[in-house]
């Protein structure tokens, strides 16, 4: 952890642990052991995957192996946008028909409030407000596009979302430049390290065992490997999202994508007055480089964005620590969303990183042949879909092991999906930092010229990436 001239932490893994503790470390694992299950990341799909299959089957044996702490990864760092979103959506719609990408929407949408049920039941403490996602557009591009997204929504069945005009959005939230808003029901903000840490002791409270400090060196059909010992069992899943690049073969399938944020110092109720914000909707908007925002339990600014997107050969950072010009653009952002807080200080910087597929779609899977199962390449919205990815690779194993029937979950059009890898170094690196200087310099252009089409680096940059 370090701190900059202007005094913020810098790193130190997030905010929220600052804000909430860094929780003591439990036991590696002691020496060779077995179990029915072996999940490997203690982040939210590990835990979650622990949880619903130890409820399902409680004489399950379920042992976790996290390298460092949970909530460590992306879990522990995140922008606490519980939220209905889920990548890769239009892509199933194409490959398997709308109806099925209309279910899984359903279920996205029921998952935050699975998420907040399961929360109250297991008395976690998470911050959780659900007051909807706000997303703002402040040029005419962002706005054509924005009208466009909401169109889709509601034709996927989101009856409930509504479109607001520059004075609506005002009434909620004061963006300055704000032409248009559209919000939805289907969201919440949660305290991401609240919601971890209870989760973590919610699961072993059910008799799962987790190891922690315990990094695992392979995985192999039938076995996690560490250097303390081995586990053995018949189910192997890996739940390492923006990780899975260091693990042995894994290098080419999810990219690690970085994002960072800024935490503000608690702002002042004149400051509040002038940005109202009164229904705490996280909130974002309509740049291809966005911004992600929430009002915070104890009354700050958490906003995040792409910094440095992508290091060369997959490599992640260790602690979060944040480049002195990404703060600078976060602040930046900030600033021109509330020009009120042109003098506040950022009390907290830090990054992460989470898991981008080649094709932008969020995939569940269990190998019926080999027992090892995976989870992720949720592309930014994994504090929701964790949940419904977890759920759905415990039904999975209790399907495959004959404790289950086939369920609507294991019906949903990601289960078993493939995707093709990244292609190798340095072809990865070049192309995603072209895509982001793209996409940075579409959103400049936007504003600069104010035009309504979408600028054409982003248009190149969306086919070069494989989004569209
Ligand atoms: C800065 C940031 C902001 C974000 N904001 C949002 C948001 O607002 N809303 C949203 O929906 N999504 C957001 N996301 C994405 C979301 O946080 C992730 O998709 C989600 O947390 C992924 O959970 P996970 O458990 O799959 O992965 P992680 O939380 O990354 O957990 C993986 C775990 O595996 C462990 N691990 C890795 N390798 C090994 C190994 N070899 N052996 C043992 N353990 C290992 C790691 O230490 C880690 O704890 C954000 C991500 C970042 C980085």
Redesign the pocket.
């Known amino acids: 952890m370090g701190s900059s001239a202007s005094g913020a932490v810098n790193g130190g893994v997030?905010f929220w642990f600052a804000d909430d503790g860094l929780p003591p470390v439990r036991a590696p694992l002691p020496g060779e052991a077995s179990a029915d299950v072996v999940v490997?990341?203690?982040?939210?799909?590990?835990?979650?995957t622990a949880y619903y299959l130890k409820r399902a089957v409680p004489s399950l044996r379920v042992v976790v192996?996290?390298?460092?702490?949970?909530?460590?990864?992306?879990?522990?760092?995140?922008?606490?946008?519980?939220?209905n979103?889920v990548a890769g959506r239009d892509r199933y719609a194409r490959l398997h028909g709308r109806e099925a990408a209309v279910r899984l929407q359903r279920a996205m949408n029921d998952t935050v409030d699975e998420v907040i049920r399961v929360a109250a039941a297991e008395g976690i403490d998470a911050g959780l407000h659900k007051g909807g996602v706000l997303e703002v557009a402040t040029t005419p591009a962002q706005w054509a596009r924005l009208e466009a997204y909401h169109a889709a929504e509601v034709a996927f069945g989101e009856k409930d979302r509504e479109l607001y005009g520059a004075e609506e959005t005002a009434g909620r939230v004061r963006v300055a430049g704000a032409l248009g808003s559209t919000w939805t029901p289907h969201g919440a903000r949660v305290h991401?390290a609240r919601l971890?840490k209870g989760l973590a002791a919610a699961v072993e409270r059910l008799g799962v065992v987790i190891h922690e400090g315990?990094?695992?060196?392979d995985?192999r059909p039938g076995r996690?490997v560490?250097p303390y010992g081995t586990v053995r069992a018949p189910y192997v899943l890996r739940?390492?999202?923006?990780?899975?690049a260091?693990?042995r073969g894994q290098r080419r399938t999810w990219l690690p994508?970085?994002?960072?944020?800024i935490v503000t110092e608690p702002l002042t109720e004149e400051q509040w007055a002038e940005i109202g914000w009164a229904g705490r909707e996280?909130l974002g908007d309509l740049a291809h480089a966005y911004m992600?925002a929430?009002r915070t339990v104890d009354g700050r600014i958490a906003l995040?964005g792409r910094g440095v997107p992508y290091r060369f050969g997959s490599r992640t950072d260790y602690d979060g620590r944040t480049r002195a010009a990404t703060v600078g653009a976060l602040r930046e952002i900030l600033v021109r969303f509330f020009p009120v807080l042109a003098g506040v200080r950022v009390a907290h910087a830090?990054?992460?990183?989470?898991?981008v597929p080649r094709d932008w779609c969020t995939t569940v899977a269990l190998d019926r042949a080999t027992g090892l199962g995976w989870?992720?390449g949720?592309?930014?919205?994994?504090?929701?879909?964790?949940n419904l990815?977890a759920r759905t690779l415990g039904d999975l194993v209790c399907l495959d092991s004959g404790q289950g029937g086939p369920t609507e979950l294991t019906g949903l059009p990601w289960v078993n999906h493939r995707v093709r890898r990244w292609e190798p170094e340095p072809l990865r690196w070049l192309g995603v930092r072209g895509l982001y200087v793209a996409y940075r310099a579409a959103d400049r252009r936007e504003r600069v010229t104010g035009r309504a089409r979408s600028s054409w680096p982003a248009r190149a940059a969306d086919r070069v990436a494989g989004r569209h």
Request: aromatic share 14%; glycine share 22%; proline share 3%.
């Open positions: 997030s490997v990341g203690g982040g939210y799909t590990g835990l979650w192996l996290e390298q460092r702490f949970c909530g460590y990864g992306a879990s522990g760092r995140n922008g606490g946008w519980l939220y979103g991401p971890v315990t990094p695992v060196t995985i996690a560490t739940c390492t999202e923006g990780f899975t260091a693990l994508m970085n994002s960072s944020m996280t992600y929430q995040g830090w990054s992460g990183v989470l898991g989870a992720g949720y592309v930014g919205s994994g504090v929701a879909t964790s990815a």
